[in-house]
């Protein structure tokens, strides 16, 4: 499957636990998009990657959240300090530059915290 | 404030039926808009943009920048049509492209 992956694909933490998302992009894409999708609501900008470069941060991203794209390749998204209020499905996007806009989401990860 | 509104949680029709996805958007720009699906136990795909004006399973969408809407159509509903959709936009232009997403509206088509 050379599609978006994302690892784990379910994470049930203890609130005040630090947890860590991967995602793999599609090897050729050089835009990396986290969203974040809640019970009922559709998926919600979090953060967005050019190549290495963080160039785009919701509101949403408290302090607690932190994002990383080491070589311009794979991503992470940490969460610090869970709160249940954390409790969502994370989603990773990833897409070509230029004018082809078509992003391809990842199965995401659904975090629980109890 | 960007903003695409999609009033129908649930749209269930019969098979054959001629099916209509409401979405509006809030946009002072020229933003880009999509139709997203997801079927059951799937993830989140493309199913057509308004660039590219095409027909995508029987779906068509036009733009209405009068009316500030995106309606996703289809003349005969067929039962793999049952899934969830989302009305998408971005700003075009090349800029982030980030997507702002609507809450969606399940459709279920009875056989």
């Known amino acids: 499957d050379t599609g978006v992956s994302q690892d784990p694909r379910h994470k049930i933490t203890k609130r005040g636990q630090n947890v860590t998302f991967r995602c793999d992009p599609i090897s050729e894409h050089n835009r990396l998009y986290w969203y974040r999708q809640t019970l009922g609501q559709g998926p919600e900008f979090l953060t967005y990657f050019q190549n290495e470069a963080q160039l785009e941060k919701s509101r949403l991203l408290s302090d607690r959240f932190s994002a990383e794209r080491p070589k311009g390749s794979f991503s992470t998204l940490e969460i610090q300090r869970t709160e249940q209020g954390d409790s969502a499905m994370y989603l990773c996007a990833s897409s070509w530059g230029g004018i082809s806009y078509e992003q391809y989401f990842g199965p995401g990860t659904r975090l629980t915290v109890t | 404030a960007q903003r695409v509104t999609q009033p129908e949680k649930l749209l269930s029709v019969f098979k054959g039926a001629p099916v209509e996805l409401k979405c509006n958007y809030s946009y002072s720009g020229s933003p880009e808009l999509f139709w997203y699906v997801q079927y059951s136990r799937q993830r989140l795909q493309l199913l057509l943009r308004h660039i590219s004006r095409e027909s995508i399973k029987g779906f068509t969408a036009d733009l209405n920048k009068g009316e500030t809407s995106f309606h996703l159509k289809k003349p005969f509903a067929q039962e793999e049509d049952s899934a969830m959709y989302y009305c998408?936009?971005?700003?075009?232009?090349?800029?982030?492209?980030?997507?702002?997403f609507g809450t969606g509206t399940l459709l279920a088509v009875q056989p």
């Open positions: 998408a936009l971005s700003r075009g232009g090349g800029a982030t492209n980030k997507l702002i």
